[in-house]
Each structure stands twice: as structure tokens, then as C-alpha cells.
């Protein structure tokens, strides 16, 4: 059985900022709540425009998070800040370590025993309660994808990364505003836009039963293809800004349909990897070589995606994203990130064991992944 549910309020227009924030944090009671931010010193002026956009006499704290993807050892220190403070709802600001990390907080500061117990792999989805304080979600890049769903990416202390899976981890509210992406450099628009078309494709061709997300990941495919290229391009060119971060919502809200083997190698090297990988790149890189796997299952969704590519039916769908990965700018290589041999064999395991292999529409063992991160390295 598939379940189909979306729940989250979302404002989406340029410059809704400000007016939807005071909204929201009025509607949802909020006096004292935390901001979550993964956009460091690097984008401080986003950073800025929020604090400025928090009215009066609403007092916020800050948690700016240091890691390009969400930690135990950061949710713990971030929990401690939550509670000291007497926060009583969380911002989530930035991308996906921004949106996983405020998810694990929120998980963290509402239920006992270790965050480990509330695992899907440990059959903890049905132990995560309804006491999730509120949350508000505010993008600031186009192609997170965590920012509608009920579901949190955290790399333990032992280096494996767990997810956690309840309808209760939603986001009260998710606000886009596109103007806060102009700033965003060409590399990381690239990387980012990568990572919102990944989702599209992956969601699309999951095993999952679900119509709407199919509508609405096909959707989000037309949007990335169209525009991508002009973002990357043109980081002032404000419809391209727009159309972007539609994409990376549909994305978002198709990702509850499931995704496949790019996201459960990516979630599995980042675990594993010395140092930090820009899961946008990694999906790049990985996205052909899966796509190659995956054909003998849905080679009928293909070409339904083929035609949004305007691509002829006999075209090879891998290599049209090979050559739209090489046009932006994005590496051709696991090496060219980071990645060493010594990574693979471990990250294999645990990409089999990813929560994201259990959609991918044909079957990956271990085996499977090592092969296709030996043929990406």
C-alpha cells in the first residue's frame, strides 16, 4: 500500500518573505523560536534579511551549523541550545542540513532515549509521537528537497547515516521566496539544480504507486530542464530563479513516492567520505551510471522523461545527462570530489541498506553498488 498525503501550507512568490513569516509565527504561537542555519558566514546577508524579517516582540536564537549535512554530535549541541533557551518552535533555514538538522532537533527535544531508536532501520517510525514542536521551513538554495517532507538524513557518531520517516518530521510551513537563491554562485546553482531534477527523475520512475507525485515529478523534470541552464548562466535572471525553486518544490513534494540508488549511494558516501561532499555533485555524477542500471525495469518511464528532454526515442537518456552535467559545470567523477577507493566497499553495504534503495525500481545489492561507485570513481 502507498500512502498519498500532503499536508504542508506553502507560500511560494517573490519577496513573500517577510509578510508570510510574520504570519505564520502569529498563527502558530511562536515567541522564542530557533533558527537552524546551514548558510554560514558565506551567505550572511539571507541570513540577515530573516532576522530583520522576525517581528517584534518575537525573540529568536540561532544555531548556525558548520557541516554541509546534519550530525548526532550537532542535534545534540543544538537540542541543548533549544532547550537552555526555552525555544518553542524551530526556523529551518538553508538547505538540506539545515532542514535535516532542524528535523532531528525537533525529534530530539520531544522524545527520550537515543535519537538511534527512532531509525526506520530500527523500526522506529511508529515510535516517533505526535509532539513534534512546530516547524517552519525556509529555503534559501533551489534542490534540497527536505524542506515538505516528514523525513531526516542524520550521520551518526559511528559515521553510518540513518533516516528517520514520520508524518510528524513535516514542516508546518514552508515558505519560498526565490529572491532569497539570487545570491547563490554558479556552482552551487548547478549543483543544487542537479540535485532538484535527481529527485524528479528518481521519484518518477520509483516503485512507489502514487499518480499525483508522478504528475508533479514529471512537472518539476520540464521546469529543471528548462531552466537550469539560464540559472546557472544567470544567477540575476529572476523567472530561471523561479522556475528553479518550482522545480526543487515538485521535487520535494513528489519525494514522498520514494527515490532510488543515486540518493542511497550519495546518503552512503557522505557517511564514509573523509571531509564534506556536495550531495548535488555527487548526484551528478552518480545519476548516468543508475539510469544505466535502472533501464531494463522502466524503460517505458524513460521515454515519457526522453520527451522532456526532447530527446528521440532512440537517444541515450544517460548521456543527455552527461552532457548536461559537462554544460554546468558539474564533475564527471567520484575522484574529482573526494572520493577514494578505499570508500567504496563500505558505502556499498550501506547504500543496499539506504532507506532510498527500497524504491529504486530495480533491484541493487551490495554488489550492484560497488560496481556502478567502481565505474564512477
Same mark, same amino acid.
Given at each position: 500500500?502507498?500512502?498519498?498525503?500532503?499536508?504542508?501550507?506553502?507560500?511560494?512568490?517573490?519577496?513573500?518573505?517577510?509578510?508570510?513569516?510574520?504570519?505564520?509565527?502569529?498563527?502558530?504561537?511562536?515567541?522564542?523560536?530557533?533558527?537552524?542555519?546551514?548558510?554560514?558566514?558565506?551567505?550572511?546577508?539571507? =541570513?540577515?534579511?530573516?532576522?530583520?524579517?522576525?517581528?517584534?516582540?518575537?525573540?529568536p536564537?540561532?544555531?548556525?551549523?558548520?557541516?554541509?549535512?546534519?550530525?548526532?554530535?550537532?542535534?545534540?549541541?543544538?537540542?541543548?541550545?533549544?532547550?537552555?533557551?526555552?525555544?518553542?518552535?524551530?526556523?529551518?533555514?538553508?538547505?538540506?542540513?539545515?532542514?535535516?538538522?532542524?528535523?532531528?532537533?525537533?525529534?530530539?527535544?520531544?522524545?527520550?532515549?537515543?535519537?538511534?531508536?527512532?531509525?526506520?532501520?530500527?523500526?522506529?517510525?511508529?515510535?516517533? =509521537?505526535?509532539?513534534?514542536?512546530?516547524?517552519i521551513?525556509?529555503?534559501?538554495?533551489?534542490?534540497?528537497?527536505?524542506?515538505?517532507?516528514?523525513i531526516?538524513?542524520?550521520?551518526?557518531?559511528?559515521?553510518?547515516?540513518?533516516?528517520?520517516?514520520?508524518?510528524?518530521?513535516?514542516?508546518?510551513?514552508?515558505?519560498?521566496?526565490?529572491?532569497?537563491?539570487?545570491?547563490l554562485?554558479?556552482?552551487?546553482t548547478?549543483?543544487?539544480?542537479?540535485?532538484a531534477?535527481?529527485?524528479?527523475?528518481e521519484?518518477?520512475?520509483?516503485?512507489?504507486?502514487?499518480?499525483?507525485?508522478?504528475?508533479?515529478?514529471?512537472?518539476g523534470?520540464?521546469?529543471a530542464?528548462?531552466?537550469?541552464e539560464?540559472?546557472?548562466?544567470?544567477?540575476?535572471?529572476?523567472?530561471?530563479?523561479?522556475?528553479?525553486?518550482?522545480?526543487a518544490?515538485?521535487?520535494?513534494?513528489?519525494?514522498?513516492?520514494?527515490?532510488?540508488?543515486?540518493?542511497?549511494?550519495?546518503?552512503?558516501?557522505?557517511?564514509?567520505?573523509?571531509?564534506?561532499?556536495?550531495?548535488?555533485?555527487?548526484?551528478?555524477?552518480?545519476?548516468?551510471?543508475?539510469?544505466?542500471?535502472?533501464?531494463?525495469?522502466?524503460?517505458?518511464?524513460?521515454?515519457?522523461?526522453?520527451?522532456e528532454?526532447? =530527446?528521440?526515442?532512440?537517444?541515450?537518456l544517460?548521456?543527455?545527462?552527461?552532457?548536461?552535467?559537462?554544460?554546468?559545470? =558539474?564533475?564527471?567523477?567520484?575522484?574529482?570530489?573526494?572520493?577514494?577507493?578505499?570508500?567504496?566497499?563500505?558505502?556499498?553495504?550501506?547504500?543496499?541498506?539506504?532507506?532510498?534503495?527500497?524504491?529504486?525500481?530495480?533491484?541493487a545489492?551490495?554488489?550492484?553498488?560497488?560496481?556502478?561507485?567502481?565505474?564512477?570513481?
Amino acid at each position: 500500500m502507498s500512502l498519498i498525503s500532503y499536508v504542508t501550507k506553502i507560500h511560494f512568490a517573490e519577496n513573500v518573505l517577510e509578510d508570510a513569516l510574520e504570519a505564520e509565527l502569529e498563527r502558530l504561537g511562536l515567541c522564542r523560536p530557533m533558527i537552524v542555519s546551514d548558510n554560514g558566514t558565506s551567505r550572511r546577508n539571507v =541570513l540577515d534579511r530573516l532576522l530583520a524579517a522576525v517581528p517584534r516582540p518575537v525573540s529568536p536564537t540561532v544555531y548556525e551549523s558548520g557541516c554541509c549535512r546534519a550530525t548526532e554530535e550537532a542535534c545534540a549541541e543544538a537540542a541543548n541550545l533549544y532547550l537552555d533557551c526555552e525555544a518553542d518552535g524551530l526556523i529551518a533555514f538553508g538547505g538540506a542540513a539545515a532542514f535535516n538538522l532542524t528535523k532531528a532537533v525537533a525529534l530530539r527535544v520531544s522524545h527520550d532515549g537515543a535519537l538511534r531508536n527512532y531509525a526506520g532501520t530500527e523500526g522506529g517510525r511508529p515510535r516517533i =509521537l505526535d509532539i513534534i514542536p512546530p516547524m517552519i521551513a525556509i529555503p534559501t538554495i533551489a534542490g534540497s528537497c527536505a524542506e515538505t517532507v516528514g523525513i531526516a538524513v542524520v550521520s551518526l557518531r559511528d559515521g553510518s547515516n540513518v533516516s528517520f520517516v514520520s508524518q510528524f518530521l513535516t514542516p508546518r510551513v514552508v515558505i519560498c521566496d526565490p529572491t532569497l537563491t539570487l545570491d547563490l554562485p554558479a556552482g552551487d546553482t548547478a549543483a543544487a539544480g542537479m540535485d532538484a531534477l535527481t529527485h524528479c527523475l528518481e521519484t518518477y520512475i520509483s516503485t512507489a504507486y502514487n499518480p499525483p507525485a508522478d504528475g508533479i515529478a514529471r512537472d518539476g523534470l520540464r521546469r529543471a530542464i528548462a531552466h537550469l541552464e539560464r540559472a546557472v548562466a544567470d544567477g540575476s535572471d529572476l523567472n530561471a530563479r523561479r522556475e528553479m525553486m518550482a522545480a526543487a518544490l515538485n521535487g520535494a513534494l513528489a519525494n514522498q513516492k520514494g527515490l532510488g540508488g543515486v540518493h542511497a549511494m550519495s546518503h552512503a558516501l557522505s557517511g564514509v567520505v573523509s571531509g564534506t561532499l556536495d550531495h548535488g555533485a555527487t548526484n551528478a555524477v552518480l545519476l548516468p551510471l543508475v539510469l544505466e542500471f535502472n533501464a531494463p525495469a522502466v524503460a517505458d518511464r524513460y521515454e515519457d522523461i526522453k520527451r522532456e528532454f526532447r =530527446l528521440p526515442a532512440r537517444a541515450s537518456l544517460a548521456d543527455a545527462i552527461m552532457r548536461l552535467r559537462e554544460r554546468i559545470a =558539474l564533475p564527471a567523477r567520484l575522484g574529482d570530489i573526494g572520493v577514494i577507493g578505499g570508500d567504496l566497499p563500505r558505502a556499498a553495504t550501506l547504500a543496499a541498506a539506504d532507506y532510498a534503495n527500497r524504491t529504486n525500481p530495480r533491484h541493487a545489492g551490495a554488489h550492484d553498488y560497488l560496481s556502478m561507485l567502481q565505474a564512477a570513481l
